[in-house]
């Protein structure tokens, strides 16, 4: 299966795996399996891996993978999201779309190296925790 991915609930990630031959209908597949995945919490932080995958997406196909985004808001808001993209065509193409899908994310970012990515995650998960617990009204032990 060219798109495949594992939902860790308990901590609220996602991580997806997009290898080659890979075609945006199983991209678009793979959303509408996700809308539809009962194990999905309602907020995921994203770890998307592309480095397997040979072809990067033409532009109009990330305004496509946009608008699966779309329909997916009302069962999953989308947090953090480490791209990675170790080739350098899909490292461009993803920076693209770092721009064109940017605010369906709270923040994004394309890296070349999975473990980069991973930390980078999770150092974001701790600050925006971090902030929550230093906000007005929050409680504190």
């Given at each position: 299966?060219?798109?495949?991915?594992?939902?860790?609930?308990?901590?609220?990630?996602?991580?997806?795996?997009?290898?080659?031959?890979?075609?945006?209908?199983?991209?678009?597949?793979?959303?509408?399996?996700?809308?539809?995945?009962?194990?999905?919490?309602?907020?995921?932080?994203?770890?998307?891996?592309?480095?397997?995958?040979?072809?990067?997406?033409?532009?109009?196909?990330?305004?496509?993978?946009?608008?699966?985004?779309?329909?997916?808001?009302?069962?999953?808001?989308?947090?953090?999201?480490?791209?990675?993209?170790?080739?350098?065509?899909?490292?461009?193409?993803?920076?693209?779309?770092?721009?064109?899908?940017?605010?369906?994310?709270?923040?994004?970012?394309?890296?070349?190296?999975?473990?980069a990515?991973?930390?980078?995650?999770?150092?974001?998960?701790?600050?925006?925790?971090?902030?929550?617990?230093?906000?007005?009204?929050?409680s504190?032990?």
């Amino acid at each position: 299966m060219p798109v495949t991915y594992a939902i860790d609930a308990v901590r609220g990630i996602i991580r997806t795996s997009c290898i080659s031959p890979l075609m945006l209908a199983e991209v678009v597949g793979h959303f509408r399996t996700l809308a539809s995945d009962p194990e999905c919490p309602p907020d995921l932080d994203v770890l998307l891996n592309v480095s397997e995958a040979d072809s990067p997406p033409e532009r109009n196909q990330l305004d496509a993978v946009t608008d699966e985004l779309i329909a997916l808001r009302g069962k999953v808001r989308f947090g953090i999201c480490a791209i990675v993209a170790s080739r350098d065509a899909m490292f461009g193409m993803m920076r693209m779309f770092e721009v064109v899908a940017g605010s369906y994310f709270r923040m994004v970012r394309v890296f070349r190296d999975a473990g980069a990515a991973e930390a980078w995650v999770l150092a974001q998960r701790a600050a925006v925790g971090s902030e929550a617990a230093r906000a007005p009204g929050a409680s504190q032990r």
